[in-house]
């Protein structure tokens, strides 16, 4: 079976002379059939998969990579699910979802974990690999007889299954949604538990707000206590974790598994390996290639399933989805003896105050080509921090050893939220701008930043059509191929799937050991920063009123310091040296805490 898939938002015919059609082979072996061609009512090609041969000649000739055919067995299209369009995306198999669990997914972005979601919460009617055609209920049953498919699409149909959905992009919410949180929040409420979930999630003091004023996580908690507060039979969480501080990611975590009602059915998208650990009952692993095809493994247990995942390697398929396997470290990174003792930044103890918010920072220092990791709650002055460094705080005062560093260092700062209009029109200006060199194959800002964040098949498209995750990528780009002394990332992990944000995880610390400069990261993805940081900086205080920056320490003194801030255990998995987190009152959690071990505790 061959999959032909086609961008269209890539594809410039009036620019390439058309060569994928005028090289085909089948095109020239003047045959009726063509491969290739523009069809009648259409302005570009269009590839028949029924008669491509998969020669290639094409995928090479596009002179825009617009061109992706993959050969994969034919046993795979009796098993086809959706299909947008011709020569679009392919998804194979769904998700298995079973009454009174969570079902888990994982994978890489522009697989289909977001496709699967519609169908399954009735929002797109499957085509099984037919645009165009219409299947009625009936046919959608037949099709998944013999399965547990069979039974819930029975009920989601004429059992009027009622589905929950939070959706993924929770900053698109302002533009549709108008009025106040209290009102919107009613409004949902049909257990009668709305404003309680808000109130345990720290959504008390904004539920007189309009929700155009909220911030990120505001709106994700919003959203969140929404979908639970609904009387459903299919509660659907696409990346709950989003603009989330790592105890919020927790308590969100409890809360969703407390909440759901019994033999209700549940299904979560999450790129937090910890959160989806903690949520899943099974997992699924939705693996293939980015925007051509994506395919819906057998279900596993969650430890195991997130483990395969890690590994590259799905038993069950006999499937090799990695080269590979993604390892954690089991014990803290330790700054070589070179490094440790040459300085490369310090500061005093200063004070910031900010629309009446005020941050402490107590004296520290970095050493040469280490990327430190600045940890705690929303609201407690991380970004204000990261603005200080690089010299754009505004409407704010700087008191005490006041920092210097703008006019001494030179700063590239990636900020928390991304606006497209801070970039060129397209990718390839964008890139260009930061680094002439960024590409040219065989250069150093190719290969160690364009080429590990895939952007070279980007560089035609326009900025502002661009993805979050997409989006996210450019941006992370954008500040580390510039010439800098300190580099600033607030949140590089928003948007990204696990493979991606490892990929920007070695990025980073590739370019700050080559160029033996610095780094500041400000994350909420423990696995991002254990893979990354090799110290980190610890923010306490009361959100929204004062914060306290202290540090930096080492990486196992940081997490602890951090954790049993929070009162929160990570143990690490056996297997992939990955962070778990401990149940509250569990056993690991009370040892943990016993010995004050919040972190690197590897679980026998």
Not at 476 to 485: E, F, H, I, N, P
């Amino acid at each position: 079976m061959r999959i032909a898939v086609v961008d269209y938002d890539l594809c410039k015919p009036n620019k390439c002379l058309l060569e994928c059609i005028r090289f085909c082979p089948v095109n020239r072996s003047r045959r009726e059939a063509k491969a290739i061609e523009i069809p009648e009512g259409r302005k570009k090609p269009v590839i028949y998969e029924e008669t491509c041969i998969g020669c290639g000649i094409c995928v090479k000739k596009c002179p825009f990579q617009a061109i992706s055919i993959e050969n994969l067995p034919d046993e795979l299209g009796k098993i086809a699910t959706h299909r947008y369009d011709v020569n679009s995306f392919k998804l194979f198999g769904l998700p298995t979802v079973k009454p009174g669990q969570v079902t888990g997914i994982i994978g890489k972005n522009g697989t289909g974990k977001t496709t699967s979601l519609k169908i399954l919460a009735g929002e797109i009617k499957p085509n099984f690999g037919e645009p165009g055609k219409e299947f009625n209920p009936e046919e959608v049953i037949q099709k998944f007889k013999g399965t547990e498919l069979q039974n819930y699409f029975e009920k989601l149909y004429f059992s009027n299954l009622k589905v929950a959905h939070k959706i993924q992009h929770v900053d698109l919410v302002p533009k549709f949604v108008k009025g106040f949180v209290r009102d919107l929040l009613k409004k949902a409420d049909e257990r009668g538990i709305a404003i309680e979930l808000a109130k345990e999630l720290g959504l008390g003091g904004v539920l007189d707000r309009d929700i155009s004023s909220l911030s990120g996580g505001e709106l994700q908690k919003m959203l969140i206590v929404s979908a639970l507060a609904k009387n459903a039979d299919v509660y659907i969480f696409d990346e709950p974790a989003s603009y989330l501080d790592v105890r919020e990611r927790i308590r969100i975590a409890h809360l969703i598994r407390d909440m759901l009602p019994p033999n209700s059915y549940g299904l979560v998208v999450e790129h937090d390996l910890a959160v989806l650990d903690y949520l899943s009952d099974n997992v699924h692993v939705i693996y293939g290639e980015p925007g051509v095809y994506g395919i819906v493994s057998k279900p596993y247990g969650v430890r195991v399933g997130i483990n395969n995942f890690l590994d590259g390697y799905l038993p069950a398929e006999n499937m090799r989805i990695r080269k590979e396997p993604i390892k954690f470290m089991v014990t803290p990174p330790q700054l070589e003896q070179s490094q440790a003792t040459e300085v490369f930044m310090e500061w005093g103890d200063f004070e910031v105050r900010l629309d009446g918010f005020r941050l402490t920072v107590n004296q520290g220092k970095v050493y040469v080509g280490e990327v430190v990791g600045i940890l705690g709650p929303n609201g407690i002055g991380k970004t204000t921090f990261v603005k200080t460094l690089a010299g754009e705080i505004e409407g704010g005062k700087v008191l005490g050893n006041k920092p210097q560093l703008s006019s001494t260092l030179v700063i590239s700062y990636k900020p928390q939220y991304i606006r497209t209009e801070s970039y060129p029109e397209t990718v390839q200006e964008t890139l260009l701008k930061a680094d002439p060199e960024a590409l040219t194959p065989g250069s150093f800002a190719f290969e160690e930043v364009v080429r590990p964040l895939g952007l070279f098949k980007l560089r035609e498209r326009r900025t502002s059509s661009l993805s979050g995750g997409e989006l996210q990528k450019v941006a992370v780009a954008y500040c580390l191929l510039r010439k800098a002394d300190v580099y600033l990332l607030d949140e590089p992990s928003a948007y990204l799937d696990v493979e991606e944000r490892l990929a920007v995880a070695r990025v980073i610390r590739r370019i700050i050991e080559t160029r033996k400069v610095t780094a500041f990261v400000v994350d909420h993805d423990v696995s991002l920063i254990d893979y990354v940081v090799k110290r980190v900086m610890v923010f306490d205080g009361e959100p929204g009123i004062y914060g306290v920056a202290s540090g930096p320490f080492d990486l196992r003194d940081g997490m602890n310091r951090f954790l049993s801030s929070i009162q929160v255990t990570f143990r690490r998995d056996v297997h992939s040296g990955r962070p778990r987190i401990n149940k509250p009152g569990s056993y690991f959690d009370r040892e943990q805490k016993r010995i004050g071990e919040y972190y690197y505790y590897v679980a026998q």
